[in-house]
């Protein structure tokens, strides 16, 4: 349902407004988007309701948290970061071991927007050390948004957005300068595949062994989320892995998936999927619970920087070549005083 | 340890690492941020300006990195050189990270978490 145009203009000043952005017309979806999540919070049904709300209320908070919602870019390459080291500390290694005869891997980027997500999958995939060039590694980028898709497709990100969960090394190995902005290089751009897509309605894609799910689900209601739980685990691989979003879930929606825990990333795999087959990691307290559902996995979750194979701390050797890797200092738990 | 010749970007720079939950030095040049970690000071991270009178970031990363004792700090450069080849640079030379200006404070946060210096 799209708010309609009192709705997105009362919005849109209010934005102006509050924080001097303008929300020029034809961003009905951004809004859309943005404050459905706001909106379901409330107890609210849809955005339009929200807007009403807004309007009859002098609800100071609420409008704080609209124009919070519409200020603030939530999309950064490597987001949230756990499910991509989960990505290429365990599950490339696990579906390098599994996929031998094909050499080939499908992940799906089931909700792309701007395109941060599908590209730090590639890049992920590329600098593998076990994904070498006879590994074909397709990435699908789907949106409903086809004016994003097109942007994405270009690959073409501002400074502002590089700055934001690239880490340095990848800014330089994978992207070249164009203009002030920075384009993704063509090695990076040609394995990800841009393609509308609503999850709405039924699809038929190549089966999947990964799918990155990520703040779809909340922006739909419990029926419509089983819905489209059950549409995704049609595409996927029976040992395939599935990335939900920080607040997302398949429990309580879709009994066909198992709960496990990698390190500080939460994945969900079809019900009978199997042991997760990773790097040794037995007698390592704190280690992942492999092939172990819910309940085991997270008693044994790991602190932050814990896990086994956690990259070692390195700086880059001076005059040497960039690491494969971004350079990673260990983790600094403690704060020393400044004098 | 904030290190830049601009007291409006300390300032800057400054009020995003205290609302972080940091303790903030300030130095105006990589010389003065020499002196202050020879007298004992040892920050966790350092942000480092590229351009700066009397010793510059890049000179200040060369010169932590050679000392044993100052291993431990984290750099990352804040700054508004933004040539492929100078980020490179920075990086070979011992930074650990590399933010163009402008920035947001998101993006210092997001780059704090991926230094591991700040939970995300």
């Known amino acids: 349902m799209t708010i309609s145009s009192s709705a997105f203009n009362f919005v849109s000043d209010l934005v102006k407004q509050q924080a001097a ?159 002030t902005d920075w384009k993704v290089v063509a090695a990076v751009r040609n394995m990800v595949r841009f393609k509308p897509l609503n999850l709405n309605e039924p699809f038929d894609l190549a089966f999947m062994d990964v799918v990155f799910l990520r703040n779809v689900l909340i922006y739909f209601d419990a029926a419509t989320k089983a819905e489209v739980l059950q549409r995704v685990r049609r595409v996927m691989k029976p040992d395939g892995f599935l990335f939900l979003g920080g607040s997302e879930t398949t429990l309580g929606l879709d009994d066909g ?22 790097p040794a990691v037995s007698g390592v307290p704190g280690g992942l619970a492999s092939g172990q559902p819910v309940a085991a996995a997270t008693a044994a979750r790991p602190v932050a920087g814990g896990w086994p194979w956690a990259v070692t701390p390195s ?25 | 340890m904030v290190i830049d010749d601009s007291s409006a970007m300390r300032l800057i720079l400054g009020r995003i690492m205290r609302g972080l939950g940091f303790d903030v030095v300030e130095a105006p040049n990589g010389a003065e941020a020499i002196a202050r970690l020879q007298s004992g000071a040892m920050p966790e991270i350092a942000l480092v300006d590229w351009n700066m009178p009397v010793m510059d970031g890049l ?62």
């Open chain 1, 21 to 179: 952005i303008v929300i020029g017309p034809g961003k009905e979806y951004l809004v859309e988007s943005r404050l459905l999540p706001l909106a379901r919070d409330a107890g609210l049904d849809d955005v339009s309701t929200l807007v009403a709300r807004l309007q009859s209320t002098a609800d100071d908070r609420l409008r704080r948290q609209v124009v919070e919602a519409m200020t603030t870019n939530e999309t950064s390459f490597f987001r949230d970061r756990d499910p991509f080291t989960a990505l290429t500390q365990a599950v490339l290694p696990d579906l390098c071991r599994k996929r031998g005869a094909t050499h080939r891997i499908n992940i799906w980027s089931a909700a792309c927007s701007s395109g941060q997500e599908p590209y730090s999958i590639a890049m992920s995939a590329l600098d593998h050390p076990l994904i070498t060039s006879d590994w074909q590694v397709h990435v699908l980028a789907t949106d409903i948004n086809e004016e994003m898709l097109q942007r994405a497709e270009q690959g073409r990100f501002s400074q502002l957005e590089v700055n934001r969960g690239l880490p340095a090394a990848m800014l330089v190995r994978h992207f070249e300068r164009a203009e």
């Open chain 1, 257 to 278: 998936f198992e709960r496990f825990t990698i390190g500080n990333a939460t994945v969900y795999r079809p019900r009978g999927a199997g042991p997760i087959d990773l």
């Open chain 1, 315 to 339: 700086l880059p050797p001076v005059g040497s070549t960039l690491p494969p890797f971004p350079a990673q200092p260990g983790p600094h738990s403690t704060r020393q005083p400044l004098n």
């Open chain 2, 59 to 120: 000179a200040f990363v060369n010169a932590v990195r050679k000392e044993e004792k100052w291993r431990q700090i984290t750099l990352m450069m804040v700054t508004t050189e933004s040539e492929q080849s100078q980020i490179v640079r920075a990086l070979a030379a011992g930074a650990h990270e590399y933010v163009i200006k402008p920035f947001t404070p998101d993006a210092i946060a997001d780059k704090l978490a991926l230094l591991g210096v700040l939970a995300y």
